[in-house]
């Protein structure tokens, strides 16, 4: 069974950074890709950005550039977000998906992980 | 930039009765490389993460009600819902894949009980 497992919520303060993390089972890691989706309170899945699970390259959303980094660690198994520089904007719930088996869409996602940004 | 409309932003329609979702893009999701029309459907309900309902335009997701279908090519496409039922209420978000490995939603149509 496939499983993506995020990490818990996150309280911070403007101008932070927070650092999500999406943990993998059920699969061979480097097959596929992750994709990172978040979503303001009351609004849309925004996507930010891939990563591949083979050789960690990435393609960011141009909205982000410059203030996301998407690592993987493929000893653990797990993809990480980080995203620098908050502000209030950022508050939402971010997203993990790794690439559909027959598609390049999200088949299996996390459940999740709430970004809070308030001082 | 591609960008992705849905249409309507919401509707309300009665259970057991037809649900129509529109989706238009800005260019061409039709793409030579695979021959396929690189958009997918998902469902959210509040509190979960979307759910893949439809890839490639039409291919229904395994375990996927066969009241779910999908439909379109090139730059309109629609999801119909053959009967609704209550547990279809939801959000339903249209998706575009391009190369290298972008995403585009559209805004995302609400679907409600009348």
């Known amino acids: 069974q496939v499983l993506l497992v995020q990490s818990g919520s996150e309280v911070k303060k403007p101008g932070a950074s927070v650092k999500v993390s999406c943990k993998t089972s059920g699969y061979t890691f480097s097959i596929y890709g992750i994709s990172w989706v978040r979503q303001a309170p009351g609004q849309g899945l925004e996507w930010m950005g891939w990563?591949?699970?083979?050789?960690?390259?990435?393609n960011y959303a141009q909205k982000f550039q410059g203030r996301v980094t998407m690592t993987t660690d493929t000893f653990t198994n797990t993809a990480y977000m980080e995203l620098r520089s908050l502000r209030s904007e950022d508050t939402a719930v971010y997203y993990c998906?790794?690439?559909?088996?027959?598609?390049?869409?999200?088949?299996?996602w996390g459940q999740g992980t709430t970004v809070t940004v308030s001082s | 930039d591609i960008v992705m409309t849905q249409s309507p932003d919401s509707l309300a329609v009665s259970l057991g009765e037809r649900a129509t979702i529109n989706c238009k893009s800005s260019q061409t999701v039709l793409y030579s490389s695979n021959d396929q029309n690189n958009l997918a459907w998902y469902q959210q309900k509040p509190g979960q993460p979307p759910k893949l309902l439809i890839y490639w335009a039409s291919t229904r997701e395994s375990g996927v009600p066969d009241r779910f279908s999908g439909s379109g090519s090139g730059t309109d496409f629609t999801l119909t819902i053959s009967s609704l039922q209550a547990e279809d209420v939801a959000l339903y978000y249209c998706l575009q894949y391009s190369s290298p490995h972008t995403w585009t939603f559209g805004q995302g149509t609400k679907v409600e009980i009348k």
């Open positions: 998906a790794r690439d559909h088996w027959e598609s390049p869409f999200g088949g299996v």
């Open positions: 990563i591949s699970g083979y050789n960690g390259s990435t």
